[in-house]
């Protein structure tokens, strides 16, 4: 009867090891898909799988297919510049109070109405012995001009005085943003820091701001998305609607940046498509793109030494498939060992909030000269899985089956 041994692997128990682990080095099912991305129906066409030939005709075909899905731009095809589509133009431009403002009110010799005043949150001015003033939404001098004429039919004077209406500290607005951005909800801009207030600002007379703007709105509410309507984003205020057209935000132009105010709903309409030309730094667009990675294990051991952050990557609004594989140190070391690397990039659709998986060749993009029309942009929130080649699993195998061996060989 054979003596049993303890603590040691029979040579044919490896053998099983062995064999699979050899198995286990065979290339994963594809991920599968809810949308059509393969053939380029996804949100992106640069998702689509590669073609096995084409001709001259037919290179960078991605952006002409992205484009072909986009329903026409609401504010028209033409942009002449400035951005006013309709309303109030006049309403909308300068410096225009909201509920909580500081401002200083002065009548020469009259201590009675003269004072530091904050707009209510009803958005009226309350002086003494005046009814109150309507203030949010409008012009310090249109206010002043108001408590004129209610100081006269007061019978505190005679004659309209002379007065001073001064903005003295603009109070944080609460706006609400929705649509074609990466984050719509209401959110409060404006508000500076304790440790950011200028002394010598704060004890000057008047106030400005860009930190009310309609471009940090927008940019706070994770910027705008790739599929917005540029030509028309809407504007509610005080039961009125007004329309804007901030694509010179993209072009590099000016636009109406506007001012806003608590209680201003905004609301970017789609186009329904991927808009290539809109994914660019702007503005109005994402500050960038907190890229979630896991890395290979060769050539490095770990992210710490591939200077990869415990969570996430910063990369820039407008970066690209591979230049974050190359972020992510997928790519590089010895030709004969990884040049079978892959890389699986995992987005969703913001419009339809479905995902996507989509995995590429490393080698093959770096050799095909066709690469952008399948070298798709990043978008907020987006995953890079890096996979080693079939060389590396085999090291590995070995490796670990050097470390089961010396187990056995264990007394």
Known sequence: ???????????????????????????????????????????????????????????LRAPDMNAAKC????????????????G???????????????????????????????????GTLKLPFLPPIAAAGRRPEAVASDIRRALVAGGHYGAEPVTSLLILDFAPARVAVSGAVFEPHPIDIGGVSGDQVDSRRQAAFGAST??????????????????????????????????????????????????????????????????????????ISPPGVSLF?????????????????????????????????????????ARVSSAARSAALFSRNPVTDVSVVIERPIEQMRARADRDDYDPYLLPGDSIACYDSGITNVTEIGRVLGVIGAVAMLP
Do not use: W
Not at 217 to 223: E, K, Q, T, Y
């Open 210 to 283: 860009e930190q009310r703007n309609l471009s940090v709105a927008l940019r706070n509410a994770g910027g705008i998305r790739p599929d917005a309507d540029l030509s028309a984003v809407k504007l509610s205020r005080a039961g009125r609607n007004y329309t804007l057209d901030l694509r010179g935000a993209i072009r590099g132009e000016m636009f109406e940046d506007i001012m806003l105010i608590t209680g201003d709903e905004i609301h970017v309409p789609s186009r329904g498509c991927f808009q290539d030309d809109l994914v660019v730094p702007g503005p």
């Open 293 to 333: 990675l896991s890395n290979l294990t060769q050539p490095a051991t770990g992210n710490a030494i591939s200077a990869i952050g415990q969570t996430v990557r910063e990369v820039p609004y407008g970066t690209r498939y591979m230049q974050a594989v190359v972020d992510a140190n997928c790519v590089g070391g």
């Open 71 to 86: 329903r026409p731009p609401i504010g028209g095809a033409d942009y002449t510049g400035g951005g006013k589509l309709d």
């Open 88 to 122: 109030d133009a006049y309403a909308l431009r300068g410096e225009l109070l909201s509920r909580g403002d500081l401002v200083d009110f002065r009548l020469p010799q009259d201590e009675t109405f003269s004072g530091d005043y904050v707009v209510s949150r009803d």
């Open 1 to 59: 009867m054979p003596r049993k041994t303890i603590g040691k692997a029979p040579a044919k128990g490896l053998a099983l090891i062995a064999l699979g682990a050899l198995a286990a080095c065979a290339a994963p099912p594809q991920a599968r898909n809810i949308e059509p991305v393969a053939q380029g129906d996804g949100y992106q066409a640069q998702y689509r799988e590669f073609e096995v030939s084409r001709n001259a005709m037919s290179f």
